[in-house]
Structures are given as C-alpha cells and as structure tokens.
C-alpha cells in the first residue's frame, strides 16, 4: 500500500488526491505510523515548492513518527508529471456474457 502526499508549487497539500490541511497530514500521518505493517508513504513536491516547505513538511512527518523502519517513506522532487505515482486502478471489466 501507498499513501501518497502531494505538494503544490503553491504549497496546497493532497493527501491520495484529495486537498487537506498540514493539520490533517498530521493527523492521518499518526494513524498511519499505528499500522503493522506500514504502508509507504510517498512525499511528492511538484516543481516550485520552497525548501522551507519542504523542510516543514519533513519535519511534520517526522513528528508523527510516520517514518520508521516499519513505515517506509520516499521523497520525490520537482515531479512535474501530471500523472499519481500511484495510479487508481482500472474500472472493472464488464461482465461477461
């Protein structure tokens, strides 16, 4: 599993695609740090996030305890592709018949 935190060059967050608060993040983040195993969480800065963000946002994750050797995290910068990294899968296939 992957959970997937988005930043904006305008620094608006997404938690899986949907915009929340670093309140939120924190939240979510403490929840997750609970989960045995961990999932992965993906920190994803979009082209124009500031290092200060960056840092808070770092900082933020950290404090949550979120990641650990049993919650796994990457840091991807400067992603400019309009694409998740982790992709919802396809609808299912139509009934056969």
Known sequence: MLNQITVAPDSALLWNGSR???AQV????KIVAQLQPGPVTALVLRP????ERRGALISLLNDAGICTVNHPCTLVENWAAEVAINPPPPPPA???G
């Open 48 to 51: 124009g996030v500031t290092d």
């Open 20 to 22: 929340v608060t670093d």
């Open 26 to 29: 924190l939240s979510y983040a």
């Open 94 to 96: 139509p009934p056969a």
